[in-house]
């Protein structure tokens, strides 16, 4: 497609289990970001991928967060035995990087977590 | 550390009115900024990106500045319109990072 797809568009699941959320990049863009959107609160960095590996997981809050990518592509957010606080937008972003650092990140539409 | 404020928090204005958006920086270390929009319920559109050695970008009715030393960009929307209601985010990148460090946003409502 043309941008960033997420799926899915929303999940609601119980308190305690692990939820997995998909990011599909724009074709041919090497750098790959998640961020999280709480209530109320503005957007927070989780991780930043530049092809498969990860440069920067200064944002992931707790070690039930996980993410990986694979053939420079797709990439997967995995939270593990899921809490409340973890209810939030969940949006992907990628850019094009040609060694340098000005270009615009293009956001998906999110996942939308709902923790019961 | 890097902190980025908007404001206003929201704003409601007739349409047709020109208007300013202001977003302020803590780190003057910025390498670029960007603004975006996100309609309910949707993800962000970028809507304009500076670089650290510019000082404006144009895109329509949109303008948006950079001011480093003083640690401010401000958007400006001419000639508003119901369309342009939404919320409008600002991000900045400082150097030797990748990661765009977000203001909570400014809630822009145009009514007829």
């Known amino acids: 497609g043309a941008g960033v797809s997420q799926s899915p568009s929303n999940k609601v699941t119980e308190k305690g289990k692990d939820v997995e959320l998909r990011c599909d990049p724009i074709s041919g863009h090497t750098a790959l970001y998640w961020y999280r959107q709480r209530l109320g609160q503005g957007l927070e960095f989780l991780i930043y991928f530049q092809g498969n590996s990860a440069p920067d997981k200064s944002g992931l809050p707790s070690d039930r967060f996980s993410a990986e990518r694979t053939g420079e592509s797709v990439s997967t957010l995995t939270i593990q035995r899921t809490q409340q606080e973890d209810s939030a937008v969940y949006l992907c972003?990628?850019?094009?990087?040609?060694?340098?650092?000005?270009?615009?990140?293009?956001f998906g539409d999110g996942t939308r977590l709902s923790i019961l | 550390k890097q902190e980025v404020t908007q404001i206003p928090a929201a704003l409601s204005v007739p349409e047709g009115e020109n208007l300013v958006l202001n977003c302020s920086f803590t780190d003057s270390a910025i390498y670029n900024l960007q603004w975006f929009r996100q309609d309910p319920g949707k993800g962000l559109t970028s809507l304009l990106l500076?670089?650290?050695?510019?000082r404006e970008q144009t895109s329509g009715r949109l303008n948006a500045s950079l001011d480093k030393s003083s640690g401010r960009s401000t958007l400006y929307i001419a000639a508003s319109q119901p369309g342009d209601s939404a919320t409008y985010l600002c991000a900045g990148r400082s150097y030797n990072t990748d990661k765009l460090i977000f203001g909570t946003g400014t809630r822009l409502q145009v009514f007829p």
């Open positions: 972003a990628s850019s094009l990087r040609t060694g340098g650092w000005n270009q615009p990140q293009h």
């Open positions: 500076i670089q650290s050695s510019q």
